[in-house]
């Protein structure tokens, strides 16, 4: 069965303490892995695209990487408008999409 | 990307009436998805909505509960009929971007709360 864990589900940060948010999945034929932001009362707002194991995208201060059976989101130093919750989602069979629970980060000054 | 309006933002519902939402896409796109996010929980896919076709509900939605109008290829509605509070929800809809590239949008989501 197609599966995408995320941990933390919590994340506490100081402004600058760098920190990496974890997405494990199987998945029978990945067709894509991606990362949205969920601002509070907003819909998912895209971040990243990963297809094959070793792929690594980078925008300001995200990273995601992937491996064949996890993907990590690190922040470097990241600042309190980082705050939000991260979304992991897999493209499975079918162009199916499975969504992780998310991680919850709060970013404090 | 596609841009999505959806509205309204949020409403609340006496039990037993529908609320209808509507997604507006500035292109046209093939399949437009509808999604359920409960609170502090991630998106559950109700249905996909192709344009001239009766929608396809996942497991657990049927058409008679959320039925979804599909008249052309911009714009969608989604109703949740005979509310209970249990429908106490945020709805978005989707859109594919037509390259993985750049994933799929998201409507802002209208949040439902049933009284």
């Known amino acids: 069965e197609d599966q995408v864990t995320q941990s933390p589900e919590a994340l506490r940060l100081q402004e600058g303490e760098s920190s990496s948010l974890n997405c494990s999945y199987t998945?029978?034929?990945?067709?894509?892995l991606f990362w949205y932001r969920q601002d509070p009362g907003k819909g998912p707002e895209f971040l990243f695209t990963?297809?094959?194991a070793g792929e690594e995208k980078e925008k300001e201060r995200l990273k995601a990487t992937l491996t064949k059976k996890e993907s990590f989101l690190h922040i470097t130093a990241p600042k309190p408008e980082d705050s939000a919750t991260y979304l992991c989602?897999?493209?499975?069979?079918?162009?199916?999409?499975?969504f992780g629970a998310g991680t919850r980060l709060a970013v404090h000054p | 990307s596609a841009v999505i309006s959806q509205k309204p933002s949020r409403d609340i519902c006496q039990r037993g009436t529908s609320l209808t939402i509507q997604c507006q896409v500035d292109?046209?796109?093939?399949?437009m998805f509808w999604y359920r996010q409960q609170p502090g929980q991630s998106l559950t896919l109700i249905a996909t909505?192709?344009?001239?076709?009766?929608?396809?509900?996942e497991s657990g939605f049927v058409i008679d509960k959320f039925p979804i109008s599909r008249p052309n290829l911009t714009f969608s509605t989604l109703t949740v009929s005979n509310m209970s509070p249990e429908d106490s929800s945020i709805y978005l809809c989707?859109?594919?971007?037509?390259?993985?590239?750049?994933?799929?949008?998201f409507g802002s989501g209208t949040r439902l709360t049933v009284v």
């Open positions: 989707s859109v594919g971007s037509g390259s993985g590239d750049y994933g799929y949008t």
């Open positions: 998945v029978s034929g990945l067709r894509g």
């Open positions: 990963l297809y094959s």
């Open positions: 989602v897999l493209q499975g069979g079918y162009n199916k999409l499975i």
């Open positions: 292109s046209q796109v093939t399949m």
């Open positions: 909505a192709n344009q001239g076709s009766e929608a396809t509900y």
